[in-house]
């Protein structure tokens, strides 16, 4: 890409950082080289070069099956490497978050593995509107983010809660229903404030799923679980 300013730069070199601090982890995508040029106009390009998947992502992947859906083996395959892929960015020093975790951001690789990607949005730091100004997080939040996939202390900057690897909590929720019901739970700001989520009547998966759903779905930062609890309930 062809890079104008400063700020955009600067993002594009942390985005690299964290590909190079996360590389080698069997769920998140290879970074393998990249190279910044300043050109004679003063534009910068930068080139990143990541591993090849030629399955695509899994949005593709949703749209060859919109007829039949996922089986619950399915999903919990897609949402389980994801999971290990967040994990090992919560459990970073200091811990990263992803910030904009959905379908379009999961590849899927040759051997069948699930591999998280784009870290655009991915930072260590922790925004805490009361501090950092709102107006200034408002803008950073509606540039790097994905206004389905935002945690209720995303879109209520004056709830008091900070906004950091918890808010990956919540879109890992949101992503699981999405993979079960090819539908996104929440369509307005107000649906996510208030957490309320409808579960198709009809609905082929185990009770197990739609809990762990609700458990990461919780408006309370709190109270919401960490990737551990999320990784044990996986197992168990």
């Known amino acids: ?12 070199k942390n985005e690299i950082q964290v590909m190079r601090k996360l590389t080698g982890h069997k769920n998140i995508v290879r970074y393998m080289a990249h190279k910044i040029t ?12 990541i591993e090849y998947c030629s399955r695509g992502h899994v949005l593709d992947f949703m749209n060859k099956r919109l007829s039949t859906g996922f089986t619950e083996d399915e ?4 949402f389980s490497d994801v999971v290990e892929a967040v994990a090992k960015m919560h459990h970073s020093n200091p811990p990263i978050a992803h910030r904009d975790l959905k379908v379009e951001n999961v590849l899927i690789h040759d051997q069948g593995r699930y591999l998280l990607c784009d870290f655009g949005s991915a930072s260590s730091r922790v925004l805490e509107p009361d501090k950092n100004g709102v ?8 540039k790097l983010t994905t206004v389905q996939y935002r945690s209720p202390e995303m879109v209520d900057l004056y709830s008091g809660f900070a906004i950091g690897p918890k808010s990956d909590i919540w879109a890992l929720g949101v992503l699981l229903y ?5 539908n996104l739970p929440f369509s307005t700001t107000l649906s996510i404030q208030t957490g309320e989520i409808s579960v198709p009547d009809n ?4 009770v197990e799923i739609h809990r762990i759903i609700q458990f990461c779905l919780n408006v309370d930062v709190a109270r919401r679980p960490g990737k551990d609890k999320i990784v044990y309930k996986l197992a168990f």
């Not at 107006?135 to 509606?142: A, D, L, R």
């Open 178 to 182: 999405h993979l079960c019901f090819f």
């Open 135 to 142: 107006s200034s997080v408002e803008e950073e939040i509606s």
């Open 1 to 12: 890409m062809f890079v104008n300013d400063e700020e955009t730069l600067n993002g594009c």
């Open 203 to 206: 609905s082929p998966f185990s």
């Open 75 to 78: 999903v919990m395959r897609i």
């Open 38 to 49: 300043c050109l004679k106009n003063g534009t910068h390009e930068v080139l990143v070069l």
